[in-house]
T-cell receptor, first 114, second 112 residues
Framework: AQSVTQLGSHVSVSEGALVLLRCNYS??????LFWYVQYPNQGLQLLLK??????LVKGINGFEAEFKKSETSFHLTKPSAHMSDAAEYFC????????????FGTGTRLTVIP | NAGVTQTPKFQVLKTGQSMTLQCAQD?????MSWYRQDPGMGLRLIHY???????DQGEVPNGYNVSRSTTEDFPLRLLSAAPSQTSVYFC???????????FGEGSRLTVL
C-alpha cells in the first residue's frame, strides 16, 4: 500500500541547532514528495517538493530535503533552527495515480527552545 | 489574491443536522479536494475532483457528498452529522498532477 511515514510526532531543538525531521515512503515507484508547514490555526503551505531530477531540493526559509531512493526517504533539514520555525510539519507523497491526491504523514510538531 | 477560500471557519452542529462547507478558488485550478485533519492522523482525503462535473471518493468518503458544477467551487456536504465528523476540514486545489496543493485556512467543525 502507498503510504508516507513520519518518525517522531514531536521534535525539540535548541535555537541555532540542526533541525532534522524524518519521512519515509512506501512505494515501488518513486512518488512526488512534498513537505508542508502548518502554523497554528492556519492552513498548510508548501516548503518544498521533489518531482524528478536533482535529489537535493531547496525550499523556503532555509529548509532543504534529500530524496534517497535506496532508503525510500525524504528527510527535511535546516542547519540552524529559528524560533519562527516552531510549527507542525507534514510530509506528503503523490503516487502518480492520474490525480493529484496526496497521502500525508501524521505530522511532526517542532518546538524550538530559546 | 484570494487563493482558496473556505466558509464558515467555525461551526457547531447537533447530531443529525446537515450542513455544507463552502470552498472557492480563483486560480482556475482543475483539481480540487477536501481533507480532514484529526490529531495524530495527519490529513486524510475525503473527496476530490479533477474538473467540473467529475468527482471521486478519497480515503474517508462515508457521510460526505460533493459536487463540482463550476471550476471555482467545490462544496462539501454533511448529510447527517455525527460526532465522529468533528474535525478540521481543509479544501485544496492545484493546477494538475504533481502540482503544488494550495490550501484554504480550514473549517473547524464540532458535532455534539
Amino acid at each position: 500500500a502507498q503510504s508516507v511515514t513520519q518518525l517522531g510526532s514531536h521534535v525539540s531543538v535548541s535555537e541555532g541547532a540542526l533541525v532534522l525531521l524524518r519521512c519515509n515512503y512506501s512505494s515501488s515507484v518513486p512518488p512526488y514528495l512534498f513537505w508542508y508547514v502548518q502554523y497554528p490555526n492556519q492552513g498548510l503551505q508548501l516548503l518544498l517538493k521533489y518531482t524528478t531530477g536533482a535529489t537535493l531540493v531547496k525550499g523556503i526559509n532555509g529548509f532543504e530535503a534529500e530524496f534517497k531512493k535506496s532508503e525510500t526517504s525524504f528527510h527535511l533539514t535546516k542547519p540552524s533552527a529559528h524560533m519562527s520555525d516552531a510549527a507542525e510539519y507534514f510530509c506528503a507523497g503523490g503516487f502518480k495515480t492520474g490525480a493529484n491526491n496526496l497521502f500525508f504523514g501524521t505530522g511532526t510538531r517542532l518546538t524550538v527552545i530559546p | 489574491n484570494a487563493g482558496v477560500t473556505q466558509t464558515p471557519k467555525f461551526q457547531v452542529l447537533k447530531t443529525g443536522q446537515s450542513m455544507t462547507l463552502q470552498c472557492a478558488q480563483d486560480m482556475n485550478h482543475e483539481y480540487m479536494s477536501w481533507y480532514r485533519q484529526d490529531p495524530g492522523m495527519g490529513l486524510r482525503l475525503i473527496h476530490y475532483s479533477v474538473g467540473a462535473g467529475i468527482t471521486d471518493q478519497g480515503e474517508v468518503p462515508n457521510g460526505y457528498n460533493v459536487s463540482r458544477s463550476t471550476t471555482e467551487d467545490f462544496p462539501l456536504r454533511l448529510l447527517s452529522a455525527a460526532p465522529s465528523q468533528t474535525s478540521v476540514y481543509f479544501c485544496a486545489s492545484s493546477r494538475g498532477v504533481s502540482g503544488e496543493l494550495f490550501f484554504g485556512e480550514g473549517s473547524r467543525l464540532t458535532v455534539l
